[in-house]
């Protein structure tokens, strides 16, 4: 992100790692000996002082944007740095949803991860399927479409067979071809995949693909979770 943000927060110097030739040590190249191959960190102090004052243009903006609360800065350079670091942003913010937060919780997918899915008090809903339960909504990411979807994954029925609900007559599928005919959105603009064609009509064929993405994701999740759930 920080790569994206204005010139003058990005004047950063890391001395490369170099042999007694002057050539890049091969050292440097093998992670594992990476910090032991270090010989010198050189961070410029005008270089950190615009690094924090972008942080505080992050908060503040944060804080508008979720809080809607306006913060004002005390740092004269981050006082500076906040008509272009508000330029920068403003291009990303509501329904491209782009933007994301310094505490990225609060990133507008993330947060209705969190409400809608984490805490959510859905009874049939344990651990583990609210984890295939945030595969599927990642899948589009479209907050939309899945309160289309909740219904059907607050059944018991449904977690008989996750992914069979997903097939081209499964009854998600169903609900989420009536939803793309009623001029409903599938997925959000960071899905730059094009559908494989799979049927002739559009708006089938995008839901196919979208359903089907779904259900690989849920074999993701199936083979996933045992791992996330190892303490060792």
Request: charged share 30%; proline share 6%.
């Amino acid at each position: 992100e920080l790569s994206r943000a204005p010139p003058s927060a990005q004047r950063w110097r890391l001395d490369r790692v170099r042999g007694d030739d002057g050539l890049p040590d091969a050292r440097a190249r093998s992670p594992s000996r990476a910090m032991g191959a270090a010989r010198e960190l050189v961070v410029e102090q005008s270089a950190l002082r615009d690094f924090f004052a972008f942080l505080q243009c992050q908060l503040r903006m944060e804080a508008r944007e979720r809080l809607q609360t306006d913060v004002e800065l005390k740092d004269p350079l981050a006082q500076e740095f906040w008509p272009l670091f508000e330029a920068w942003v403003r291009p990303n913010l509501g329904k491209r949803e782009k933007w994301m937060p310094f505490h990225t919780v609060l990133g507008a997918h993330e947060l209705f991860a969190v409400q809608e899915i984490h805490h959510s008090d859905v009874p049939c809903w344990n651990e583990k399927r609210r984890f295939l339960t945030l595969f599927i909504y990642r899948t589009h990411c479209r907050r939309d479409l899945f309160r289309v979807q909740r219904p059907h994954l607050e059944k018991e029925a449904f977690w008989k067979d996750p992914a069979k609900n997903f097939s081209n007559v499964g009854p998600v599928t169903k609900a989420m071809l009536e939803y793309r005919k009623g001029g409903g959105t599938i997925q959000t603009s960071a899905f730059r995949c094009i559908p494989k064609r799979l049927v002739k009509d559009d708006d089938t064929n995008l839901v196919f693909n979208v359903a089907r993405r779904t259900q690989t994701l849920l074999e993701v999740a199936e083979n996933v979770w045992p791992i996330v759930q190892d303490a060792d």
